[in-house]
Each structure stands twice: as C-alpha cells, then as structure tokens.
C-alpha cells in the first residue's frame, strides 16, 4: 500500500469513529473501475465468506450538496461485520471510502452510485476475495443492500448462498420520488430484476422507525414478505445492536 495511501487510510479510520479488531487486515482490492477498501478475517479452512458491503456514506454534506469524501461517518455495518464470528467475514467498502483514486467523481456516490461500472467492479472483486469457489453471502446495509443484490442477480460465476439486508435501499426510483431527491438517473436499479431477484435466498432486515428507507417502501420491493424482520424501536443508524446475533445467524 503507497505511503500516501496510508496516511490518508489512518486519518479516515480515526475519523470515522470505530477501529478494527486485529483479526481484520486492511486490503486495498483493485478492480478495473475502483480500488475498493477492505477489512478482512479470513480462514484458511473456511469453504464460505460473509462479505458485509457498506452504505452510501457521507455522499452530501447537511446543506444538500454533494460531499468531498463519501467515507461513511457511521459505524453501524461496521459494528456488525467486526462483532461477526463466522470464520471468513469481509467488510467492504463503496468506492472512494476510506481511499481515493483517480477514478472518484461525484457522480459514483450521487446519481451514479449503482452505475453498471460500480457493479461491475463488485463484480471482480468479489470473485477476486472468493477465487470462484467459496460461497458467498451478501450482506448490505442501505445502499449497500443494493450493491448486494445487483451484484447477485447481475455476477452469475459467484456462488451466493444469500442475500442479507439491513435498512436496505431496494428500490431507489421509489426511494427518490417518496423524499423528492434527483433521481439516480446513472443508476441501475434492483426493481428492474426483480424476477431474477427474487429467486435468490434472502432476508430482510427493517427498521421499525426507519425515516429514510421507510418500511412501506422496503415491504413494496420484498416479493415474499416472509424474508422480511422488522426490528422494534430501530431507525436507519440506531437501535440495531440487540439483532445483530440475529443477522449474523442469518
């Protein structure tokens, strides 16, 4: 890793409020996109990976404009992937958190933050973490629940035993038009594979009290309401902490 890199990786860590336990190394994974940042517990032995992949992060400042650094000021998801036991666990970031290169533009975490180059990057690197043979389970929080399963339905060499989201964004048409945002007109949206979406296994995590991606509109996009947890008293970054054995069981 470039000394530059490691500079500005210590002080986003420090920023971001949460250090990693020492069983997860920091890896910079390049794809032919992104260079995308990593926390990773790995098991020689292990036939599975859980790959937890983050939000959308700091992606406009509280005045509404379009932030300088996307890295996520939160630290929910990365709760829950450190605090995971499985033996292979993988916290994954969206690209430019955490790290910048020469790709980053504000578009990839505004209109263009589920573009077909950011899943296509997803794409290699998680074949790259799990060389095409270990089984795969997909966790996403928020946006990252998107990243998640479009990446499921649109990477047919990985082998996804699941799709897990908590809080998560599945249909961001929806989402924009309920808040009156601009829509994410560089995107490509989970809604539109639906079908193919819902023949994978999943399960879905809701925040009772979750004002940014209300319950109505995450029942809307959940084909089989079975798959569906609604966590009492959780909003979209708190309350969550008595579940997480729940998702990491899931």
Request: hydrophobic fraction near 35%; charged fraction near 20%.
């Amino acid at each position: 890793m470039r000394i530059s890199a490691v500079f500005t990786l210590l002080f986003l860590t420090g920023c971001s409020g949460i250090t990693p336990p020492q069983d997860f190394v920091y890896q910079e994974i390049k794809t032919p996109y992104f260079t995308l940042a990593s926390w990773q517990k790995t098991s020689k032995i292990s036939d599975s990976q859980r790959i937890y992949i983050e939000g959308d992060g700091n992606a406009f400042t509280s005045s509404g404009i379009p932030s300088s650094n996307p890295t996520p000021k939160g630290t929910l998801l990365r709760e829950i992937a450190f605090s995971d036991p499985a033996s292979e666990v993988i916290y994954l970031a969206r690209p430019c958190q955490f790290i910048k290169d020469a790709s980053c533009r504000k578009e990839y975490w505004t209109t263009g933050r589920f573009a077909p180059e950011i899943i296509s990057s997803y794409c290699s690197a998680l074949q790259e973490l799990s060389g095409n043979k270990k089984i795969l389970t997909l966790i996403g929080y928020s946006g990252g629940a998107m990243i998640a399963g479009l990446a499921a339905v649109k990477c047919p060499a990985l082998n996804i035993r699941k799709v897990i989201t908590i809080a998560g964004n599945l249909d961001h048409r929806e989402w924009t038009s309920f808040h009156g945002d601009t829509p994410l007109i560089h995107s490509l949206n989970l809604a539109d594979f639906r079908n193919d979406f819902s023949r994978l296994p999943q399960h879905h995590f809701i925040g009772e009290k979750d004002d940014i991606i209300p319950p109505m509109l995450s029942k809307k996009a959940i084909t089989d309401q079975s798959t569906i947890t609604v966590i009492s008293k959780a909003d979209h970054a708190s309350g969550w902490h008595k579940s997480f054995p729940a998702i990491h069981n899931e």
